[in-house]
């Protein structure tokens, strides 16, 4: 899907990449917008950047602080490695002294007096810098000092129009104190932009930015998460799918153990979704680090996303099966990533993996586990939404996608956080059952939109050589329920493949 962009020339950047993205390369030059937040949320930070980057590409910056003072301005900046010695601050401070003198001889009310005052002083000061870039830093004081919604919507009108034909673009930040329910500012401004923070039961708080209305521009609208890191903001756009999408080969994947490929029909086929469902140690995690393996022996990127185990143990476990992956994490054919859902936003770990795939050029994309993946969404009820995006944007780029999702429980009925399994186009199931006095493990192909596999239960067991699969476990039902009933006299319930009838990763 083309979208339309604004001449570049007329567009003022934030400095913040992802925003300008949003923002479809920019804020149109030479209008008032307005940074709607509560404290702490980041409305200054983005202040700082949206000057330094003006700083940096030869723009005059002013910095107008109603509320802050310089010495505060600056420990903000130094806790982000800047330097605003290229950007002009004015404070309310240098204002006091004479608005109090004024308000003391004169028959006006102070609050007139002061708001007067305050206007007429801070437009000089923009008309002896003649800068291209202004803060306002809060519009709250002005509110406060205006009293009555009527006088303020006057002030906000005498900016907008102080500031119409001088070449100059305007940030007013606004942090919503004595906002009640008035909203002169957001029905003036230009555009507005909205940044919410939440604080979850556990982990850090989560931000995030959307813009509420950018006249004649069509922006990326929702909710898109925010970080703040040191060196400012980032900001991850929300994905949309269908602004992405290559020619891809309609070919299959392979696992490298023949018996497992024949199961699922031959292959995964690329462009595709894959669940691996079953009970916790059943052997998911190893059929994707198989399937990974081959990938990267293909020569073809693999990047393997790490929720419930660290990177040490993964690679004690891949060599406990007699998979060495040294060979390709050096040669970079297998990224491993650990994530920590705490701490990960669901838009991050989108922005991530989007980033491996467009610029790495990631052909297999291992999410272990999907419960992991879960308890990083703020809320499930989105869940389903996320995920499909994401998957669909994998599969218009031609990467296989292999998910795993642990179901509760071991034998028996098994239940799951939530059910994903319409979302992907394979499903393989594994499952234990018991006999003649062990626990084995078994797998089936439980459905495959893109084509024809097996309809057979098989026998799955993990060896320090690797995946054994087994022939189909004709001789029995009830595997998948977890204790099987013998079919026929003098049967065995124990598969036992012979020799050479099992693959072996």
Same mark, same amino acid.
């Given at each position: 899907m083309? %979208?339309?962009?604004?001449?570049?020339?007329?567009?003022?950047?934030?400095?913040?990449?992802?925003l300008d993205?949003?923002l479809?390369g920019?804020?149109?030059?030479?209008?008032?917008?307005?940074?709607?937040?509560s404290?702490?949320?980041?409305?200054?930070?983005?202040a700082?950047?949206?000057l330094?980057?003006g700083?940096?590409?030869?723009?005059?910056? @002013?910095y107008?602080?109603?509320?802050?003072t310089?010495?505060?301005?600056?420990?903000?900046a130094?806790?982000h490695?800047?330097?605003?010695?290229?950007?002009?601050?004015y404070e309310?401070?240098n204002?006091?002294?004479?608005?109090?003198?004024e308000?003391d001889?004169t028959?006006? +009310?102070?609050?007139?007096v002061?708001?007067?005052?305050?206007?007429?002083? @801070?437009?000089?000061e923009?008309?002896?810098?003649?800068?291209?870039r202004?803060v306002?830093d809060?519009?709250s004081?002005?509110r406060?000092?205006?009293?009555?919604?009527?006088?303020y919507?006057? $002030?906000?009108l005498?900016?907008?129009q102080?500031?119409?034909g001088?070449?100059?673009?305007?940030l007013?930040l606004?942090d919503?104190?004595?906002?009640?329910?008035?909203?002169?500012?957001?029905?003036?401004?230009?555009?507005?932009l909205?940044m919410?923070?939440?604080?979850?039961d556990?982990?850090?708080?989560r931000?995030?930015i959307r813009?509420e209305?950018?006249?004649?521009?069509?922006?990326?609208?929702?909710?898109h998460?925010?970080?703040?890191?040191?060196g400012?903001?980032?900001?991850?756009?929300r994905l949309?799918?269908?602004e992405?999408?290559q020619?891809?080969?309609?070919?299959k994947?392979?696992s490298g153990?023949? /018996?497992?490929?024949q199961?699922?029909g *031959?292959?995964?086929?690329?462009?595709? +979704?894959? %669940?691996?469902?079953?009970? /916790?140690g059943?052997g998911?995690? /190893?059929?994707?680090?198989?399937?990974?393996r081959?990938?990267?022996?293909?020569?073809?990127?693999?990047l393997?996303l790490s929720f419930?185990?660290?990177?040490?143990t993964f690679l004690?476990?891949? *060599?406990?099966m007699g998979?060495d992956?040294?060979d390709h994490?050096?040669?970079?054919?297998l990224?491993?990533?650990q994530?920590d859902?705490?701490?990960?936003?669901?838009g991050?770990?989108?922005?991530?993996i989007?980033e491996?795939?467009q610029?790495?050029g990631?052909? =297999?994309?291992? =999410?272990?586990?999907?419960?992991?993946?879960?308890?990083?969404m703020?809320?499930?009820?989105?869940l389903?939404?996320h995920?499909?995006? =994401?998957?669909?944007f994998l599969?218009q780029?031609?990467?296989?996608?292999?998910?795993?999702?642990?179901q509760?429980? =071991?034998?028996?009925q098994?239940q799951?956080?939530i059910?994903l399994?319409y979302?992907?186009d394979?499903?393989?199931?594994l499952?234990?059952?018991e006999?003649e006095g062990a626990?084995r493990?078994a797998?089936s192909?439980?459905?495959?939109?893109?084509?024809d596999h097996?309809r057979?239960?098989r026998?799955?067991?993990i060896?320090?050589d690797?995946?054994?699969?087994g022939?189909?476990l004709?001789?029995v039902?009830?595997? @998948?329920t977890?204790?099987?009933?013998?079919l026929?006299?003098g $049967?065995?319930? $124990?598969?036992n493949p012979?020799?050479?009838?099992?693959?072996?990763?």
């Open positions: 083309e %979208i339309k962009r604004p001449n570049e020339a007329a567009l003022c950047l934030t400095g913040i990449e992802g993205d949003i479809r920019g804020l149109p030059r030479d209008r008032l917008y307005l940074v709607l937040g404290p702490g949320v980041g409305k200054t930070t983005l700082l950047q949206f330094l980057t700083a940096e590409r030869g723009e005059k910056g @002013l107008i602080t109603l509320s802050e310089k010495a505060e301005l600056d420990e903000v130094r806790s490695g800047w330097d605003l010695a290229s950007i002009p601050l309310l401070s204002l006091e002294a004479e608005i109090q003198k308000s001889t028959f006006f +009310s102070p609050s007139e002061q708001l007067n005052r305050t206007t007429i002083a @801070l437009l000089k923009v008309e002896r810098i003649k800068p291209t202004v306002f809060s519009l004081e002005l406060l000092m205006s009293e009555t919604p009527l006088r919507r006057r $002030q906000i005498h900016l907008k102080f500031f119409t001088r070449n100059c673009t305007v007013a606004d919503g104190a004595g906002l009640a329910a008035d909203d002169q500012m957001e029905s003036l401004a230009h555009g507005v909205t919410t923070k939440r604080v979850p556990y982990g850090v708080t931000r995030t813009v209305k950018l006249r004649g521009v069509s922006f990326r609208e929702g909710n998460d925010l970080l703040m890191r040191t400012g903001l980032v900001v991850f756009p949309v799918a269908a992405h999408h020619a891809f080969p309609k070919d994947i392979l153990v023949p /018996s497992l490929d199961l699922v *031959g292959g995964i086929d690329r462009g595709t +979704s894959t %669940i691996f469902l079953g009970p /916790s059943s998911k995690s /190893s059929l994707a680090t198989c399937f990974a081959s990938s990267a022996q293909r020569g073809e990127k693999a393997y419930d185990e660290t990177i040490a004690h476990r891949a *060599g406990g998979m992956l040294a994490l050096k040669s970079g054919h990224i491993l990533q994530i859902p705490a701490e990960t936003s669901p991050e770990l989108t922005f991530t989007k491996y795939v610029k790495e990631v052909k =297999m994309v291992v =999410m272990d586990s999907l419960n992991g993946y879960i308890y990083s703020a809320d499930q009820r989105h389903a939404l995920l499909h995006e =994401m998957l669909s599969n780029q031609g990467v296989a996608t292999l998910m795993i999702l642990t509760q429980g =071991m034998v028996g098994m799951t956080p059910d399994t979302l992907a394979t499903v393989v199931m499952r234990y059952f006999s626990v493990q797998i192909v439980m459905k495959k939109r893109s084509g097996e057979t239960i026998e799955f067991a060896s320090s690797g995946l054994l699969v022939p189909p004709k001789n039902q009830g595997v @998948l977890g204790v099987p009933v013998l026929g006299q $049967q065995s319930t $124990q598969p012979p020799p050479g009838g099992a693959s072996r990763a």
